[in-house]
């Protein structure tokens, strides 16, 4: 069990990136946002609009499948890639 974050600004994922460093984790982490639509519409967990997003090159780009559920097809959900940038990937993917 754990708890997943939505940076709102730059400064709050650098912090977050710090701390992943610092607990010496080098893996990617979720984010506390997903795909309500087939539009690539990310929004955080509770329905909010989204405030700052720095997606990776060409991404979101796989939310075809996504229906505001959090399905195992589709790249509904977002995790952190160790650059500090945004990805969308399956929600049945596993990271810390």
Known sequence: NGYVVTPG?????????????????????WLGINARSNDCG???LDGEDLDYTPW????????DDCSG??????????HVLTDG????VTCGNEYA
């Open 9 to 29: 600004d730059k400064s709050v994922l650098a912090t977050l990136n710090a701390v992943v460093e610092f607990l010496d984790y080098t893996d990617t982490w």
């Open 42 to 44: 990310f929004v955080s």
């Open 56 to 63: 990776g090159t060409n991404e979101p780009n796989g939310c």
């Open 69 to 78: 559920e959090f399905l195992k097809t589709g790249e509904c959900c977002a």
């Open 85 to 88: 940038t945004y990805n969308d």
